[in-house]
């Protein structure tokens, strides 16, 4: 499966972006999906999961309130609102896809700037 991930950009802190994940794939509907970032120099982390139905979510405690995970499955489509954003937001967000507890496919990731 191949996952596109877009939405990314620069904005000052208190500011929200919305970030999109296409995959290309009618079986999206059975996938659990997250998204993950990754600052520069720093290892890559979780930011959200949410489940197949969209019925269970998971958040990283760095941005729990902050950001919403969201999907739409007639749209193949997961998305990532975040708000109140933070200068220690900034990275590359990637979307991927989990199969049990792993995150097997992942996106190209996209570019979030948070300026103070």
């Known amino acids: 499966v191949q996952l596109q991930a877009s939405g990314g950009g620069s904005v000052q802190a208190g500011g929200s972006l919305r970030l999109s994940c296409v995959a290309s794939t009618r079986t999206f509907i059975t996938y659990h999906m997250g998204w993950f970032r990754q600052a520069p120099g720093k290892e890559r982390e979780f930011v959200a999961d949410?489940?197949?139905?969209?019925?269970?979510?998971y958040y990283a405690d760095s941005v729990k309130g902050r950001f919403t995970i969201s999907r739409d499955n007639a749209k193949n489509t997961v998305y990532l609102q975040m708000n109140s954003l933070k200068p220690e937001d900034t990275a590359v967000y990637y979307c991927?896809?989990?199969?049990?507890?792993?995150?097997?496919?992942w996106g190209q990731g996209t570019q979030v700037t948070v300026s103070s």
């Open positions: 949410i489940s197949w139905n969209g019925v269970i979510t």
């Open positions: 991927a896809r989990r199969s049990g507890a792993t995150y097997t496919s």
